[in-house]
């Protein structure tokens, strides 16, 4: 796939899946989706945020998800990840609540809240399972008993596909082949198969033909790669100093205890790795 753009960017994949043109990409998509976790099958749906061309790469202010709704008023949000693994799960329940709570509005009753499902597509491993396609529910540990059906998550982990099986049925995986980026010669196939996937197929090769589609794909690139980049070195300076300050915590005891039995200030210093002036603090 060398000269098509990368689907799994967001912003190909919010044109791709995402625009009103091709919303019934999207029913199809769902609909496998929801077909794996046993629920019946969407007849339509309603985009809340519909890609537009103010959709810039750069702003923070666009969204790259995908908003919907079902004819029921249930909430979809289809998020995908290219590189950002930290905390995936702690953000997913905080958008997911996010969500479900500002369905209400002042003066209805809890029992206007519909359900809010979330899909993340990761081009990662995150769940210690050799499964694709993991859903989410609340149930009770011991009987499975459904607390409630409101809360839904799946998580589809591209880096779980084989890209060699191309499957000889209908279903789920291939389009997350598509979206991993299967070889087009195996395109023919997975064609075959989900037949809604030719659309998918036919606006990625327009996308990868339109000389400001690319220029906007390469400004978004490299913006997640970016952020990805400094959130990944945040996060090991926040490891590091959080061991630096776990020593440090280990050392000041140490002193603390060495004191009690009244011994040397300098004794303690050398056993600590403290200096003999924060010993001395220590006995205030």
């Known amino acids: 796939m060398s000269d098509l ?11 791709i899946f995402g625009s009103e043109e091709n919303k019934d990409v999207l029913l199809v998509f769902l609909n496998r989706t929801f077909a794996e976790s046993g629920e019946q099958p969407l007849t339509e749906i309603v985009l809340l945020n519909p890609y537009t061309d103010k959709d810039a790469p750069l702003d923070k202010q666009s969204i790259f ?18 590189f950002n693994k930290y905390d995936i799960e702690k953000r997913t329940l905080y958008y997911w609540s996010k969500r479900y709570s500002s369905q209400l509005q002042e003066g209805q009753t809890y029992k206007e809240l519909k359900k809010c499902v979330t899909i993340n597509i990761l081009n990662y491993s995150f769940i210690a399972n050799e499964r694709y396609h993991n859903v ?96 990944e070195w945040a996060t090991e300076k926040g490891i590091e100093k959080g061991l630096v300050e776990g020593e440090k915590r280990k050392a000041i005891e140490i002193a603390k205890n060495m004191l009690s039995f009244g ?21 205030d």
């Open 65 to 82: 998800d995908i908003w919907a709704k079902t004819a029921e008023g249930k909430l979809i949000n289809i998020e995908m990840q290219l």
């Open 5 to 15: 753009l990368d689907p799994r960017n967001d912003f190909v994949f919010k044109r």
């Open 263 to 283: 011994i040397e200030v300098s004794v303690i210093a050398k056993t600590s790795g403290l200096s003999e002036a924060e010993v001395e603090a220590l006995k």
């Open 136 to 231: 989410f529910h609340l149930r009770e540990d011991h009987t499975g008993l459904e607390l409630s059906d409101d809360l839904e998550v799946h998580f589809m982990e591209l880096s779980k596909l084989d890209e060699q099986s191309v499957p000889m049925e209908g279903g789920l995986i291939n389009w997350l082949l598509f979206l991993k980026g299967a070889d087009k010669s195996n395109w023919e196939v997975l064609q075959m198969n989900e037949p809604t996937l030719k659309k998918a197929m036919d606006t990625l090769e327009f996308l990868s033909q339109d000389r400001e589609a690319r220029r906007l794909y390469e400004e978004r690139q490299k913006y997640l790669h970016d952020e990805a980049s400094m959130i």
